[in-house]
């Protein structure tokens, strides 16, 4: 299919909600072949774009043109999946294939009753495969990789970079839309802007734009006030002539015409600053939304505060861990990493003591002060308002809480609406206020940073760096769990082990272990078509070994040449 050709085109597209225009004027052109990113704020219309071009809500006004037999699979950001949504797609042997390469193993085995069960990771990875097997040729993925751990989201980068068709990505994860596009739409105040590059490239040129207009704003407004105080001392030296005009007897003439000619250069400059208005108005720049967190942690407390011996956890007969060793140190920022199902949520559990350990020990200060972030919003009451969720009666704690609330994007018609009414981001936010708003020496985040747009994980990891408790965090978002940790606990082969280094390290570690290995493997290799070679050198074509021989020294050569790619 041609690289250029339009499959889905957007003109003049208007949506509005109670009253509110979501979407104004959206243009936009998808060509085959493209990755795209769609960026902006919660509640900035990114899905009910998605939703548009799929045909499930429909446009004030405008057109959407589809090329015809357009297939697009979408995957829908809420996961609200039922055990109906894969009856049907876990027929299709591909889906099988698929979902093993992202860690569910002997999934056509799952009767209705395990369906039933499905973790958010399960249901998202069984949608990837059924929207991958179904063969598209546009992909609409709304938040992929909220529930996906590193080697999902490492298996979805690879297979969006052999996709042949066109990606829509609707994503706060900044590391997944670096590794996968090469275009951005940002959704901003009903309006659509394109930016070419990944996510690292659109906020350099955001920048660069921001701080090119804020100048021009700020040049331009100074030409106003300049011209606004000629006209200010042109209207006073006006109204003197006026006053004088009546009062001197035989110059009121003489001053009349004075005021009138005063009167016409004022005109005049308003004239030609409207004029100038009219063609060059240079806005203010938006100002991207700044969000405070205030995180006050007590006094420095004893130096190990959690401490594991043998622990181990067991399920239904299946150990997620055991025999593990490891502690965790005041101050340290610890992140959890392992694949999904391995008991790293099980394991913040036991912290908390909301469950209980198989065996072994675990030992924690009785001193601490914990909070918790679970990646669970459903648990909030669903008919109270924000406030009366978190339980406020004190007018101060109120008035900070409002404060709060409003800095982390919540307004004053959010607060006051039923929960049930709120996004999953703006759930996850009263959940962060009702945090702030206790005093704690260690914080337990699980996936803090779903649901939540850029600009509030942004200033998440900055004020999390500044925290001088312990942090302990579960997340997929790579970038995030970089950023802020410099310890490991990784799950791997049913243990908890704990490394002395970040995200970024462990990773490269990993890979020169590989790189290691495979220089071991080559080295054998040659050393083996070497002895081949030299036994060939020994021997008669004729002689019944060299075939066989032959066939070796081939087979090695294959090997090599696998192995250096």
Known sequence: MNKNRVILSIKGLEKSFHLRKILDEIQLDIKFGERIGLVGYNGSGKTTLANLILGKEVQDRGHIEKSPDLKIGYLSQSIDYEVNDFQESLKICEVFQLASELGLKKVQNWQDERLEHLSGGEKLKLALSSIWASKPDLLILDEPTNHLDLKGVNWLISEIEKFPGSVLIISHDRHFLDQTVNRIFELEAGKLQFYQGNYSEYRKEKERKI??????????????????????????????????????????????????????????????????????????????????????????????????????????????????QFYINYGERIGLLGENGCGKTTLIKIFMGLVSRTDGELWKSDSLRIAYLSQDVADLPVEKTAIEALGLTDRDHIFKARTMLANLGLKEQFITKPIGTLSLGERTRVKLVDMLLKDYDVLILDEPTNHLDLPSREQLEKTLSEFTGTIITVSHDYYFLNKLCNRLLVFEDQQIKRFEMGPEEFFNKENKKDEGDQKEILMVIENKIAAVLGELALIDRQDPKYPLLDKEFNELLKQKRNLIG
Not at 259 to 280: F, T, V, W
Not at 287 to 294: G, H, N, Y
């Open 211 to 324: 701080a090119n207009q804020k100048h021009q704003y700020e040049v331009q407004q100074r030409q106003i006030e300049r011209v606004e105080e000629q006209m200010d001392q042109l209207k006073s030296w006006s109204d003197k002539a006026h006053r004088t005009s009546t009062k001197e007897e035989g110059f009121k003439e003489y001053h009349r015409v004075k005021a009138k000619k005063r009167d016409a250069q004022i005109k005049s400059k308003m004239k030609r600053l409207q004029s100038e208005l009219g063609k060059n108005k240079v806005d203010k720049p938006l100002e991207e939304a700044t969000v405070q967190f205030e995180f006050d942690s007590c006094g420095k407390r004893g130096k190990r505060i959690i401490e594991a011996k043998n622990l181990s956890m067991a399920f239904k007969g299946r150990y997620l861990f055991r025999n593990s």
